[in-house]
């Protein structure tokens, strides 16, 4: 992984059963997500909740390791870290489509399923998402709309198509929270 997108420091912390405050946690995440097809590509899954997210005294535990999907039913989160490489990655002539939308479907199970296979990168999802650009430039475009992003810009992303594209020669690290929601 690039230094971009080096993994960082997972901190929790809890009230234990005493009704004391107490660091549980100081690691790594304990799902990193290191793209082999996809040179640059890489993240790391934080935390999710279920709905209705609960707060219990005592050490809850992880829900990371056993998420069968990243995409949150609505009420519930993932927070989660992700690189993107410069778009000159996907031009290059050793890039495999179907072999990085296989491994992204591993991965990203609930987010890559939405992939628009003939509109690369596009999806929606049932979640309000909220960004935070870390590092790098990245723009969002959207249907006929593009806008360009630098760090410490945020977006609101309230379930529309939308796609990532990292222009820049450099990769772009992004912080995303989604909260599952319900669409009318």
């Not at 005493?18 to 660091?23: A, I, M, V």
């Not at 993240?43 to 609960?54: F, H, K, Q, Y």
């Not at 999907?69 to 009420?75: C, S, V």
């Not at 199970?109 to 939405?114: E, K, M, S, T, V």
Request: hydrophobic content about 40%; aromatic content about 6%; overall charge negative.
């Amino acid at each position: 992984m690039t230094d971009a997108s080096r993994v960082a420091r997972r901190v929790v912390a809890y009230t234990d059963h005493d009704g004391r405050s107490k660091l549980w946690e100081d690691t790594t995440p304990p799902v990193v997500l290191d793209f082999k097809t996809v040179p640059g590509l890489g993240g790391s899954i934080l935390w999710s909740t279920t709905a209705p997210a609960i707060i219990r005294r005592g050490v809850t535990p992880d829900p990371v390791p056993g998420m069968a999907r990243l995409h949150p039913d609505p009420g519930g989160t993932t927070f989660m870290t992700m690189t993107m490489p410069p778009e000159s990655v996907f031009e290059s002539p050793d890039f495999d489509p179907e072999a990085a939308a296989a491994e992204q479907l591993r991965y990203l199970p609930g987010i890559a399923d939405r992939m628009e296979p003939d509109a690369p990168g596009f999806h929606a999802t049932d979640t309000v998402d909220y960004a935070i650009v870390l590092a790098g430039d990245i723009c969002l475009e959207v249907d006929g709309e593009e806008i360009c992003l630098e760090v410490g810009d945020t977006v609101v992303q309230l379930g529309a198509r939308h796609a990532w594209r990292n222009r820049s020669a450099a990769p772009a690290t992004l912080v995303f929270i989604l909260l599952g929601a319900a669409r009318e």
